[in-house]
């Protein structure tokens, strides 16, 4: 039976369906609680919440679900030469996009820039509020913090780009690995080579990780309907991550017009761009992807990048703002997208597959 795999008697699951985690303040309390007590696992992404949020909405989602969720965190929680990131090389930054300002009529930040959540700060919520699952990207946390989960019985997910990521994670005792090609939306999560160098489409990576590793492998990248489903499996994944179908659907903390935005022709036509967050990304084209496409290493490190696109109204995509200076996350598959609540989108999974 196609629900009856590694990964969901790993978490008992009924389904072996992952929403996945959004970044950016694009999660929801309901999206997560409808995937998990539809039978799959609904997901938060908490990277831009400091611990006391991330309780408070652990506690949210347990008013609304009593099934396993996953909370997810980013490892690495700033790029490696930020600390060279001085005045003059934020002025230059703003000097790029100054145009951009003086068009939405809005002043530029100031050097230096707020700080963010720190992932040392985060995972003492993880602790704190025990989720069934704690995924995490961009890396690997210590063996100390893994040791705490194992203790605590909280499963671990960690997030491959290459079966040398997938290894590894397998290597550090993390209880599953998500497999995530290059068509996905939103960050390329890599960690052991620049993600440029890490672009792998998810039905190549599959059967690599599937044959090297023996925790159960969830398939991420390019699934958004029972199609994409019943290739994954049969190509050796336990389960799927679905985002940008979910992402799509009125559950989502995304904006109305992003949503129209993914079943519009607009979707056809992603790019992966570090523009708005300093990190690679897949998004669907617009006026900043294209014009900004050869100052790509001018920009400024993660999550300083994030701040200054920020103020002109383009991150998170919770905020109504010009369309042609927005952050659209969106994987390849968008265009095949048809369905605008989470339960159609899982009970026609559900239909396809039995």
Not at 108 to 125: G, Y
Request: aromatic residues 10%; hydrophobic residues 40%; glycine residues 8%.
């Amino acid at each position: 039976m196609w629900s009856d795999t590694k990964f969901t008697r790993l978490l008992g699951l009924d389904l072996p369906i992952v929403q996945g985690p959004f970044g950016g303040k694009v999660s929801s309390i309901e999206l997560t609680s409808v995937v998990s007590n539809l039978g799959g696992i609904g997901s938060y992404g908490c990277q831009p919440f400091y611990a006391n949020e991330i309780v408070e909405i652990s506690n949210n989602i347990k008013k609304q679900t009593d099934k396993p969720f996953n909370l997810n965190l980013w490892v690495k929680d700033k790029d490696d030469h930020i600390q060279d990131f001085d005045s003059k090389a934020f002025d230059k930054v703003i000097e790029i996009f100054h145009p951009y300002f003086e068009q939405v009529g809005v002043e530029p930040p100031t050097f230096p820039l707020p700080e963010s959540p720190t992932f040392d700060n985060q995972i003492e919520a993880i602790f704190e509020v025990k989720p069934d699952v704690f995924s995490f990207v961009f890396g690997i946390p210590s063996k100390d913090i893994l040791e705490k989960c194992r203790q605590l019985n909280i499963k671990t997910i960690g997030t491959a780009t290459t079966l040398d990521e997938a290894i590894a994670i397998e290597n550090a005792g993390v209880d599953a690995v998500v497999a995530t090609g290059f068509d996905a939306g939103g960050h390329r999560v890599s960690f052991l080579d620049h993600a440029e160098e890490s672009l792998i489409g998810t039905f190549s990576l599959i059967p690599q990780v599937a044959d090297h590793v023996k925790i159960p492998v969830i398939a991420a990248g390019g699934i958004a309907d029972y199609r994409g489903v019943k290739a994954a499996l049969a190509l050796g994944a336990d389960a799927v991550q679905i985002g940008t179908a979910f992402l799509a659907t009125k559950e989502s903390g995304t904006s109305n017009i992003h949503r129209e935005k993914l079943f519009s022709k607009d979707a056809r036509y992603t790019t992966l761009t570090k523009v708005f967050t300093g990190r690679l990304s897949r998004g669907i084209k617009n006026r900043l992807t294209e014009e900004l496409k050869e100052f790509q290493h001018h920009l400024a490190p993660y999550p300083l990048q994030g701040k200054i696109v920020g103020k002109l109204g383009a991150y998170p995509a919770n905020t109504e703002s010009n369309p042609e200076l927005k952050a659209f996350w969106a994987g390849q598959a968008a265009p095949i997208l048809k369905y605008h609540q989470a339960k159609e989108l899982i009970d026609n999974i559900i239909k396809q597959m039995n």
